[in-house]
């Protein structure tokens, strides 16, 4: 990017860009980064400010912890409560690491999902993809090309230098995190160089800047200085050449610097992220009401084919949520009648006879307070039911299972049934864990809430 004698974006020709044209790019630009830019403030949260909550640890070594989500975890929105998680920022710059993964009992789910910096979900090792048997992986950045060493079962590779890995360890009850603890212990994470013995390359340290909140992203310019660190992090891409070289003409990528910009130009970039969030409104919609399901927000970069809106969707509405073959959700986000949710309101979700989420491993149904989109405190402690929580539910008289669906308690004979809500709007996700066929091909469906 070059800047104009009045201090506004210009053509590498020194002709300058219309407001309009730096508008348009900045909506573009917007779109394509906002899962990068968020995901960074979620890594920055885990790997880099020491100083926060949720820090886990230093980069290239995995951070377990053996207890699920709740209440209190605000990093991720929409989290899930199923699994306890283990968390791995994979800095590859300097050489790959080894992923070591031990067996695991037949029964028990597990997976490790492998997410670049453009937040596409690039691999998957667990229960699905690779069997419970236990292995070793090599996980290798862009710049990588050596010979794979003996011992390695696969060489996984990725297109962005920054990575992160999420374990999922399956829980069965709180009786069994011992379990989920020792495996893992197991879950381990080494240099190459270690792995072969060898001395160690080095990289140069990184000067992370800042992260922004949620609600500074909306609006702030600065999340465009943020876009272009982590795109430093991410070789352009063949299919993107073009692309990148347009977010360039406003700076994006090569010193974009809120400061500089005029007045007029900062009108003009805000107005683009503006947009940006009324294109995403839109198809929020569409989701809302089932026309776009989830299972089109995530996957690798050749499911989403360059739909960065997808993307976009996915990263607000769930970050880091899985590829369908991984696991599917299903959003309750409205009512039978097409009406939000909310808890001034008393609902039921009825599952009928034969008719529970069909899983290979497990299903839950999570409840998340709106805007946040995180877990609901509630007097019982309960932010999910799950198939694991079958054997203690009431059944219906046909065998089928109705769930309540509210901000009180249903009554002592139906609370083992109930679904705290927060008082005010909410949205419920179905999680279906490896799904099986007649999910993925929409043979069949999940019910809807019924207003009570």
Do not use: C
């Amino acid at each position: 990017m070059s800047w104009g004698s009045d201090g506004s974006p210009a053509t590498a020709a020194g002709e300058p860009l219309n407001l309009e044209q730096i508008r348009a790019i900045a909506k573009e630009a917007y779109i394509y980064g906002f899962p990068m830019v968020d995901s960074y403030r979620v890594q920055h949260s885990y790997f880099v400010d020491a100083d926060d909550p949720e820090y886990k640890g230093v980069w290239n070594q995995v951070h377990s912890t053996a207890r699920v989500f709740t209440p209190a975890d605000i990093a991720i929105q929409t989290p899930n409560s199923d699994t306890p998680y283990s968390m791995l920022g994979a800095d590859l710059r300097a050489e790959p690491l080894v992923l070591t993964v031990p067996p695991i009992e037949a029964g028990r789910y597990y997976s490790l999902q492998f997410v670049d910096g453009y937040t596409h979900n690039f691999a998957y090792v667990g229960s699905r993809a690779t069997g419970n048997g236990g292995g070793t992986y090599l996980l290798a950045g862009p710049g990588w090309d050596g010979a794979t060493p003996d011992g390695i079962d696969q060489v996984i590779r990725a297109d962005t230098e920054i990575v992160l890995v999420i374990y999922r360890t399956q829980l069965f009850s709180p009786d069994d995190l011992g379990e989920v603890e020792a495996i893992q212990a197991g879950y381990t994470a080494a240099p190459l160089s270690t792995f072969l013995n060898q001395p160690a390359p080095s990289a140069p340290a990184i000067d992370f800047p800042s992260a922004l909140s949620p609600d500074e992203q909306k609006t702030s310019p600065v999340f465009f200085e943020l876009m272009s660190f982590v795109l430093g992090f991410a070789p352009t891409l063949p299919a993107e050449r073009e692309v990148r070289a347009q977010f360039a003409g406003i700076g994006i990528g090569a010193g974009f610097s809120a400061e500089q910009l005029t007045a007029e130009t900062r009108s003009a970039i805000e107005a683009g992220m503006a947009d940006a969030w009324a294109e995403f409104t839109v198809l929020k919609h569409e989701i809302d009401n089932g026309r776009v399901t989830a299972g089109q927000l995530f996957g690798t970069k050749d499911d989403l084919k360059g739909n960065y809106l997808y993307r976009m969707a996915a990263a607000v509405l769930g970050i880091y949520g899985n590829t369908k073959q991984e696991a599917m959700y299903p959003v309750l986000a409205v009512d039978a009648d097409g009406q939000p949710l909310s808890g001034s309101a008393n609902y039921t979700l009825t599952f009928g006879a034969g008719q529970l989420p069909p899983v290979n491993a497990f299903w839950s149904l999570t409840m998340y307070k709106l805007p946040e989109s995180l877990l609901v405190d509630n007097p019982i402690d309960r932010y999910l039911i799950n198939s694991a929580m079958l054997p203690a539910l009431m059944k219906d008289p046909d065998g089928g299972f109705t769930i309540y669906v509210q901000n009180s308690s249903p009554g002592a004979d139906k609370q083992a049934n109930w679904l705290p809500a927060p008082p005010g709007p909410f949205v419920a996700a179905l999680r279906l864990y490896w799904p099986k066929q007649e999910a993925l091909d929409g043979a069949w469906r999940a019910p809807t809430l019924v207003k009570t």
